[in-house]
């Protein structure tokens, strides 16, 4: 039997709320999942994943709504994420808000996993669903999707955000069906898929959140991680550093003393754990430095002395060196490869 794990209260939420505005009795639905009342309204309470899937499957039995997962999407807002919702809104950009979810969404439950992959002129945000059985798995699917590009049309204040196309394993529905995944993506939908993602350009992925906090952020990381490790999932050192560096890079070069006192630790300590790691600062840097510059140069017109900058290095050579070393091509050549795919 697969193991399920968990998932916050905090995620119960958006099922129920569009049940009960379809007139479902709730507190029924609850009570078959072995549930009791108040256990959602608890902000720290953990459901069990088999407990979750009974109370999915009442709920999308009794509402007759073919589109049920689909249509939870209208109910989502900050809290729905558990603490990561709020990171997401202090991040600077839709790409660092993404890259918050693929390090904290295990908060938000076990249900499935995020990756993201930018290759040439497509970026592809993709979820790989931890639960196999139908009808339930096709729901989460249509849910998280849908709930990602509602929340991030909130985030950026663009009720016009739109993925280029969205690719789904399900089998084709009807049409009637299709028109409504159409009516809230926007864009065309591709039905029985390898896998269930977002597409889009890159350049989608640079566009800004409306109110960014980087002190913020930074105490709701800290807190993200103590409920990590409350919760017995382990973040190695290596990922907090990264995250220290990706915080850090784009205003001021990430200096090391800064990252080891805010991960609690000196100098040593901490080069000697990333070495058990067979990670080490320095290719920690230059790995975070060569992902952004890619980025930044795939995406935007920013001229190499500003990228240079942001990313940390003393001079526009330093960068150029730094960049032909791990890609084989300057900047500039890199950046020709865009308009010439």
């Not at 549930?35 to 109370?55: I, M, S, T, W």
């Not at 689909?70 to 202090?90: C, D, E, K, R």
């Not at 930044?296 to 920013?302: A, C, F, M, S, V």
């Not at 070393?325 to 020709?336: E, I, L, M, N, V």
Request: proline share 5%; charged share 20%; net charge neutral.
């Amino acid at each position: 039997m697969t193991d399920l794990g968990e998932i916050s209260s905090a995620a119960l939420q958006q099922y129920l709320a569009h049940a009960e505005k379809l007139g479902l009795d709730t507190a029924a639905a609850l009570a078959s999942a072995n549930l009791q009342a108040d256990q959602p309204l608890r902000p720290e309470a953990r459901v069990d994943g088999r407990d979750f899937q009974r109370l999915l499957q009442y709920l999308i039995e009794a509402s007759g709504d073919p589109l049920f997962g689909l249509h939870t999407s209208a109910f989502i807002q900050p809290g729905s994420y558990n603490v990561m919702g709020y990171i997401a809104m202090s991040a600077h950009t839709l790409h660092e808000a993404l890259i918050k979810v693929t390090l904290y969404e295990r908060l938000v439950g076990d249900m499935g996993t995020t990756d993201i992959e930018i290759e040439d002129e497509q970026a592809k945000i993709r979820w790989h669903c931890r639960y196999p059985d139908q009808p339930v798995r096709r729901h989460l699917i249509d849910n998280v999707l849908s709930s990602w590009l509602c929340y991030a049309r909130w985030l950026t204040g663009n009720d016009n955000l739109a993925p280029a196309q969205l690719l789904l394993e399900h089998t084709e529905p009807s049409a009637k069906q299709v028109a409504e995944y159409q009516r809230i993506f926007r864009c065309p939908v591709r039905f029985g898929q390898p896998h269930s993602a977002l597409v889009g350009a890159p350049d989608l992925l640079m566009l800004p959140i409306r109110q960014p906090d980087p002190l913020l952020l930074s105490t709701l990381e800290a807190h993200a991680t103590a409920q990590l490790a409350q919760l017995g999932i382990e973040t190695s050192l290596s990922q907090r550093v990264r995250q220290c560096i990706k915080d850090a890079i784009g205003h001021t070069l990430p200096r090391k003393e800064a990252v080891a006192e805010r991960l609690g630790m000196n100098i040593r300590t901490l080069h000697r754990h990333l070495a058990d790691e067979g990670q080490s600062w320095q290719k920690l840097l230059d790995e975070i430095r060569l992902e952004q510059a890619r980025l930044l140069l795939r995406t935007t017109d920013q001229a190499q002395t500003c990228i240079a900058d942001a990313l940390g290095y003393s001079d526009i050579r330093s960068f150029q060196r730094s960049f032909k070393r791990h890609t084989g091509q300057t900047p500039g050549q890199f950046r020709k490869t865009r308009h010439t795919l």
